[in-house]
């Protein structure tokens, strides 16, 4: 009978069968393959005797260690202590051939397998376990995955082992395996430490410390569903997950801490906390990239990884949380908690889908990110009123040096409201980047801020106009300021979600400030043209031709000046010219200097009046007036002195008060003053009309009511 070898025979592990062989395990399968360095150089054509127990399953001769006899394979023992073998072990060897046997192996290992060059056996197979001594060699050599098999398999040796061995040899043998147990798990544990480091550069290592790992909790679970248990195994189960997940825990933490260099822009609060967020992202792409491949899914690697690195996160933003923080820690605490954490980390486009069965909440309970919020609110208010403040002091000392104030392009400018708005923006930008809704927030507060500023600064002007008339650059540092009064308006027209009243009260203040400062730059204008008005009553409306020319030349000669102003308060001043021109004009035919009291001498001056009238408006126009509501007024006024019906006059009247509807019954009175030949009751009659006229107008921008009538 043809007795054949080790060759020929393979046995995986199995639930408590003890495998005698040395076989590695396919990287991607997880079975075990067979070298062919352990191929027999020959057949023993001996029969085969019959086979019995190992004598010591613990020592390997000196001789075999160097050498491959040709022994047949050992036979496995059953729980209960006998022997026996597999059943092509206890097979007739008559019944299978070499043929048979090179088939049987083919069929079980399904060819030659490719493993890892660490895992790969470079020893002809062996027919007794290897020794503790020979798998610490293993261990040594990184051959993790075989080293943990061969353990089992001598492990479970030792606990059926019928050799006949005293207790005490028994118990040093146990200790011998327990201690090659030790340093397999100082070894595995060690590079699962590291894993971070290694995953790039030596992930064949790390999979080799993975496939021990699993490998002993595989075999904790074969323990598990034996019933009942073996009682004499007790270092089953081992728990290395736990011991796996312990590790993680202490890696993760170690990294976490391990704060490299300085950033002298940073504080120590900021520098932590962007250590810690670079390392948390950093890390976690790695264990997505290379390390979760490595795990069977039951150990939900990335939710592991990411669950340790937050809960130390949340450990230190709690403990920072506590203290009494400064306005630039309660601002960083929140960036990292509203904005950065969940936005950049959680919600990577690398990290996302595998961190969603992660329990990873907030970094801090609601409540106390929201007191965080109305401290950071508070803080930044005061902030933004400290600067503001500093700002319109700083303006208020340049006012005063007799500079003129720059002027790019052509219009006179300062820097205020470039300082005071980039304030304002930066309070709110800084809030957005938490979160929109306490942009919102700040928003609406830092407007009133800003309304609060507007009547300092209003104030601040009043001053000065009232200190600095002498001023070599007055009227220049006044449009300046004016100037500046739009982008103020610009900021507060386009603010949403801003209470009204709040809006209002800028906008208010604002409108003051540049009528006010109209006031100042028109008061020599005026006052240059109040004698050329006089002179139409000096002459009793005679001899006026000439007049209204040198008055528009001599308004023309000072719009020069006004041309530094930005265009929207350019036409306000023009405007204001406007108003005044007409309305100086019906001062003087309201003065009751002159009566005509005939027709051709009252269509002579209505004459003279549409005249004035026209070039009025014309230049008005030309220079950019955009009050057209003034046009009619002086025409009608003419047409009112031309009319000699009765009847027609108090149409035009009624027209007049429709459109003006602040003319009264004095200044009517007034007008028909002038025509000498109206009797008195004529005169109420036309009156009559302004009542019935004015009950049906709405008021709007006055031009009689400025009028005082003697």
């Not at 019944?95 to 660490?118: A, H, M, Q």
């Not at 504080?267 to 490595?294: E, P, R």
């Not at 000392?397 to 304030?423: A, C, G, I, M, S």
Request: hydrophobic share 35%; glycine share 4%.
């Amino acid at each position: 009978m043809i007795k054949m070898m080790p060759f020929f025979h393979s046995s995986p592990l199995g639930p408590w069968k003890t495998s005698k062989g040395y076989t590695t395990e396919d990287e991607s399968t997880g079975k075990p393959s067979t070298s062919l360095e352990s191929e027999p150089d020959s057949v023993s054509l001996e029969p085969a005797g019959e086979e019995t127990c190992s004598k010591d399953p613990m020592k390997v001769t000196s001789d075999r260690r160097h050498s491959a006899p040709q022994h047949s394979p050992a036979p496995l023992r059953e729980a209960n202590g006998t022997c026996a073998g597999t059943p092509e072990q206890r097979e007739s060897p008559q019944k299978k051939g070499v043929k048979g046997k090179l088939k049987e192996f083919f069929n079980i290992s399904g060819g030659i397998k490719r493993t890892d060059p660490k895992e790969k056996d470079t020893k002809k197979k062996e027919d007794k376990p290897l020794t503790a001594e020979q798998i610490v060699e293993l261990i040594d050599d990184d051959r993790l995955f075989d080293a943990a098999q061969h353990l089992i398999v001598l492990e479970r040796g030792l606990h059926t082992d019928c050799s006949g061995k005293s207790e005490e040899e028994l118990t040093r043998d146990r200790d011998e395996v327990e201690s090659a147990y030790e340093r397999l798990k100082q070894k595995v544990f060690s590079i699962i430490r590291d894993s971070i480091t290694i995953a790039k550069e030596r992930p064949e290592l790390l999979q080799r410390a993975v496939k021990a790992l699993i490998e002993q909790e595989n075999e904790d679970e074969k323990y598990r569903s034996e019933k009942p248990f073996d009682k004499t195994l007790s270092s089953r189960p081992r728990k290395w997950k736990e011991l796996w997940m312990d590790t993680v825990k202490k890696s993760t933490d170690e990294r976490m801490k391990a704060i490299k260099g300085t950033t002298e822009n940073l504080s120590t609060t900021a520098l932590n906390f962007l250590h810690m967020g670079k390392t948390m992202k950093k890390d976690l792409t790695i264990v997505v990239q290379h390390i979760k491949q490595l795990y069977p899914p039951q150990f939900n690697v990335c939710s592991a990884y990411a669950e340790c690195y937050h809960n130390y996160f949340v450990s230190q933003v709690e403990m920072i949380a506590e203290f009494e923080l400064e306005d630039k820690d309660v601002y960083l605490i929140l960036s990292w908690v509203q904005n950065l954490y969940p936005n950049d980390i959680i919600k990577n486009p690398i990290l996302k889908n595998d961190l969603e069965g992660a329990k990873l909440g907030s970094l801090l309970p609601a409540k106390q990110i929201r007191q965080l919020e109305a401290k950071y609110l508070c803080n930044e208010m005061a902030t933004v009123k400290s600067w503001l403040a500093k700002t319109l002091e700083l303006e208020i000392r340049k006012w005063t040096e007799e500079k003129e104030p720059e002027k790019p392009e052509k219009y006179f400018h300062n820097e205020l409201d470039f300082h005071v708005l980039q304030t304002i923006h930066g309070g709110q930008k800084r809030a957005e980047e938490i979160t929109p809704d306490l942009g919102k927030q700040a928003s609406v507060i830092l407007l009133v801020e800003l309304s609060t500023f507007l009547k300092s600064y209003k104030k601040a002007l009043e001053d000065f106009k009232e200190k600095n008339r002498q001023h070599r650059y007055f009227k220049e540092t006044i449009i300046a300021n004016v100037n500046n009064c739009a982008s103020f308006r610009t900021h507060a027209e386009k603010t949403v979600s801003t209470p009204d009243d709040t809006k209002a009260s800028i906008l208010t203040t604002l409108n003051e400030i540049e009528n006010s400062a109209y006031n100042v730059l028109l008061q020599d204008l005026f006052l240059e043209l109040k004698p050329l008005f006089k002179k139409f009553t000096q002459n009793k409306w005679a001899c006026t031709e000439g007049i209204m020319e040198e008055i528009l030349e001599t308004t023309s000669s000072s719009l020069l000046q006004f041309h530094t102003l930005r265009d929207p308060f350019y036409k306000d001043v023009m405007e204001k010219i406007h108003v005044h021109l007409v309305r100086e004009y019906i001062v003087r035919l309201m003065k009751k200097r002159v009566t005509l009291k005939t027709p051709e001498l009252q269509q002579n001056l209505a004459k003279c009046i549409t005249n004035d009238a026209s070039l009025l408006q014309t230049f008005c126009t030309k220079n950019g007036s955009a009050a057209t509501w003034l046009d009619s007024a002086l025409p009608k006024l003419a047409e009112i002195i031309r009319l000699q019906d009765s009847s027609a006059t108090k149409i035009e009247v009624a027209m007049l008060a429709k459109t003006y509807p602040d003319i009264s019954k004095k200044h009517l009175a007034a007008i028909l003053y002038i025509k000498g030949n109206l009797t008195n009751s004529e005169v109420k009659s036309i009156q009559s009309y302004l009542d019935q006229s004015a009950a049906l107008t709405t008021s709007r921008t006055p031009l009689f009511s400025a009028i005082k009538v003697s």
